[in-house]
């Protein structure tokens, strides 16, 4: 889609449909939508008089102008209540109009910059968000029946009264072009299915990428991945016919990689259990378990793109999990490259070994902050609710509030979660430094526990575990069904001024 900046009055434009909004309650409009019920002689007032419209968030209601304005539609958008507006609803309002304009067939769709008016937010905030949440909300997966002949809107023209504010809704809207472009390839990557999003793939997805945006990167091969010492990741590729990959991407903003920010995602890129196979139930979506690799590797792109000036890297291990005659087996003790043992309680159980090697792998950087970002565990979804929030587990204060932060402002929900010594407990082994698995009771907090046995020591950590988050089981707002692209902006945004 092509955007374009056009400093002039609303009600003036020629296309085929036409956005203003209004915040939920108001009886009177102003700014933009005023101009237009001049221009419509009164015809919102009358709608709004006669209390056909509301104003909810994300409630759209379509006015043919019959020749009164240039453009034969009008598309009237609710903004919400003005008490709780942010730029989370600027982002669900643009999603709705634009969707709205899709099912209308516009090709050319015009709208006023949600929320710099009245609003309150900046004018480039305003235009970030107008512009992720159109872009966000028009994602389509193309290989899905009912979207093959659903292109949406060509242009997107953003209309401001104002000439001042041009060079900053210009600098929001790139960022915003930018951010969508990540965050619609990281769906794309979680919607294809398990056998065609293999390892080797994630790992070409992202070579090809990185040299689009002109970043180095490496992709370490199964005999490289088993001399270096990852015996975790060794163990659960074990199972399968297709070999894994360790994915690496360096983002080192004028050659400098010193103290980088290091960013590792699960990439099993399908979790059928191995021998501790899953039910039909819990294996259906499990094309989904790379989320946490693709949302490391978009992030780092797109941190690249936006040339951020801190340093990034990206650790991806990538493999299947998968039961054979060779896969990896209940019982068994795995040695991880920092040396620590782990005994096997359960191979279904596996996205907290591969970390368990990449984790390890961090350390060689010197890193400022850890994150890693994983489908980690069914835990996270029963405490927290599918499509609700991801859970986020950190052993520095600093690096909580920044990720705290980060997920209110892009509106990508992240609850925190405590780390007690409790947890290691229950994962103690007679045979092995740690177990894999603490059973059923607290499955979320020994999950974490166990992978900051293998976090580089002193540094700042944290996890998130975006089991609830990786595919939408209902569209909502900016986020379609099905791959959601979760973490990037948020990652992003955490990038854009890491702490500590
Ligand atoms: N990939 C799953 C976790 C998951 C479940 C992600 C549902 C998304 C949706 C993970 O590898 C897993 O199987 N975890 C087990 C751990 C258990 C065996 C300790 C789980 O949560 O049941
Ligand atoms: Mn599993
Ligand atoms: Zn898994």
Redesign the pocket.
Known sequence: MQIEIRIGAIQEVEADAVVVNLMEGVTTPGGATAAMDQALEGRISRVLAAGDFRGRLGETLVLYTDGQILAPRVILVGLGPEASFNAEKVRHAAAAAAQRARELKARRLATVVHGAGRGGLSPEEAAQATVEGTLLGLYTYQRKKENAERPGPEVLQLVEFDATKEAAIAAGARRAEILARFVNRVRDWVNEPGSDMTPRRLAEEALGLAHEVGIRAQVLNEQQIAAMGMGALTAVSRGSEEPPRFIILEYAPEGRLERPVVLVGKG?TF?S?GL?L?SEE?MA??K??MAGAAAVLGATLAAAALQLPVPVVALAPACE?MPSGKAYKPGDILRALNGKTIEIV?T????RLILADALSYAARYNPRAVMDVA?????A?IALGQDVAAALFSDNEELAAALLRAAEATGERLWRMPLWEDYLERIRSDVADVK??G?RYG?LGT?AMFLKQFAPEGVPWAHLDI?PM?IAEKARGYVPKGGTGYGVRLLVRYLEDPKP
Do not use: C, H, P
Request: hydrophobic letters at 25%; aromatic letters at 0%; charged letters at 20%.
């Open positions: 099993i979790d259990g501790n899953k819990g979506t499990m989904g378990d999990n359960n279904d159980a596996e996205g489908t980690l565990t069914g835990a979804i894999n698995s059973g499955g999950s089991a990786d």
